[in-house]
């Protein structure tokens, strides 16, 4: 009898997957309507890398337009994000509107999401601003090894003076432990029922997904698929869908002053990769739908982050191996030795084109990677936006003109991805600005729902 009713569930399953009538029928079953293709992106991470690129080892080849898987990697700085080329908005010199003072990390980092750092205490940052109109959820504002002062704090919230920005957590344990509080454990009858019934159609889509269907019925499978993974983790979370690692790595150097030694150095990747778990797993339980992750700060020499940790010191191999040159008329790198000094932090960058620095771009090109993977396999792509942005443009010569921005998942539908926009020359000295921050993280707030801001300087029209 089991045998028979799992056959006829499986049959009924197919054909309505077929004619893409799954997905209506379990929202009116279960009440809600968190839909992948719901026109507008239902979360944001802004996530923040410092120190700018080496621009000509950044760049997509392609000047303008979409993106072909054919291309192979889009650069050696973007390479890690090529097999996800068809979820990306690569945004090539678009100028960072910072403010008075551009060009120095400090002024940067303060002004890169309030579109000003000389923000006034009464205002917020952009991830702030669109928090607000989403409810009461705010800011899952994360760092790592962001160091203890207050005025270099990407995020500001408002009423808060922007000297005196709140320092985000920097304890992935910490964070762990904090977030899960807010999960709930509800053991009703009513719940369990709802698990188990996301737990019936879900164990039925490996047969699914066997079934012959054309690519718009399988794209329609896809959706329902995410949907019920994100509908079982804000029914439930007793059977580990929505749940938090506590027993993760924890940093007692987040606030150091002192240099760290190369063993703890090499805790650096480790960590930002807890926090990017600690964030789609609010997102995932719905405790969040905006979050902010500061990954160290622009200037740091050689003290909480150096980038000779291994993950990093391979890369540096591969572009020596690849033949990468520091700039388009010079010669190829030498082969280098294993550096543990001031190169392998912030004064790489000033080293137009050289091996460290081009590494680190890299490096953290890998982390958005690996935070779209994440993102995916909780089922929270398709509606997910990533906006991931360092405070200068390119390293070696600071200023806003060749800023290097990178848009990456589904938003809903909303956007349209697979593309390259061209947003000016990237010059310094002679600077043609076609976009900027200011209009793109008002289309950000666009994408989100979030259609006033009463910032003006916040106008959209980029993507």
């Not at 890398?49 to 050696?76: C, H, K, M, T």
């Not at 550096?339 to 137009?352: L, M, Q, T």
């Not at 460290?356 to 982390?367: D, E, I, K």
């Amino acid at each position: 009898m089991t045998t028979t009713i799992n056959r006829s569930r499986r049959k009924l399953l197919i054909n309505m997957a077929r004619t893409g009538a799954l997905l209506p029928i379990i929202g009116h079953m279960l009440g809600q309507s968190v839909y992948a293709q719901s026109g507008q992106a239902k979360r944001v991470l802004f996530l923040y890398y410092p120190n700018g690129v080496v621009p000509y080892n950044w760049r997509p080849a392609q000047f303008d337009g979409g993106i072909s898987s054919g291309s192979g990697e889009l650069s050696f700085g973007l390479g890690p994000l090529a097999n996800w080329y068809d979820r990306l908005v690569v945004l090539k010199n678009l100028t960072l509107d910072i403010g008075p003072g551009a060009g120095a990390h400090y002024n940067d980092m303060r002004g890169i999401l309030t579109g000003n750092n000389q923000i006034s205490t009464a205002s917020a940052s952009i991830d702030h601003l669109i928090a607000e109109q989403l409810g009461n959820e705010g800011v899952l504002s994360l760092g790592v090894r962001t160091g203890p002062k207050s005025d270099i704090m990407i995020s500001k919230p408002r009423n808060v003076a922007t000297t005196e920005r709140p320092i985000p957590n920097n304890d992935p344990r910490d964070v762990a432990a904090k977030l899960a509080l807010g999960i709930g454990n509800d053991d009703t009858p009513q719940n369990a029922d709802m698990q188990r019934v996301y737990e019936t159609i879900l164990s039925d889509f490996d047969s699914l997904a066997n079934a012959t269907l054309d690519s718009v019925r399988r794209d329609k499978l896809a959706i329902h698929e995410n949907a019920l993974k994100r509908l079982k983790d804000q029914a439930g979370v007793q059977l580990g869908e929505c749940a938090f690692n506590t027993d993760v790595m924890a940093d007692p150097f987040a606030n150091s002053t002192q240099a760290l030694s190369q063993t703890e150095w090499q805790m650096f990747p480790h960590l930002c990769r807890a926090q990017i778990d600690n964030i789609v797993g609010a997102f995932s339980c719905g405790l969040h739908r905006v979050a902010t992750l500061q990954l160290s700060k622009g200037d740091e020499n050689g003290n909480l982050v150096n980038y000779s940790y291994d993950e990093c010191w391979q890369m540096a191999q591969l572009a020596i191996d690849q033949g990468i040159k520091p700039s388009q008329n010079a010669g190829t790198v030498a082969p280098m030795t294993r550096w543990y000094n001031e190169f392998a932090s912030h004064s790489a960058s000033h080293r137009p084109g050289d091996v460290p620095h081009t590494a680190q771009v890299r490096w953290y090109h890998s982390l958005l990677a690996y935070t779209l993977e994440q993102l995916n396999n909780k089922g929270l792509l398709d509606d997910t936006l990533v906006v991931m942005f360092s405070e200068v443009g390119d390293g070696s010569q600071h200023g806003g003109a060749a800023g290097s921005v990178t848009l990456a998942g589904g938003a809903g539908g909303a956007l349209s991805t697979g593309r390259i926009i061209h947003c000016g020359n990237g010059s310094n000295e002679n600077p043609q600005r076609i976009w900027g921050t200011h209009q793109l993280f008002g289309d950000v707030a666009r994408l989100m729902g979030v259609n006033s801001l009463s910032e003006a300087h916040w106008s959209g029209g980029v993507v």
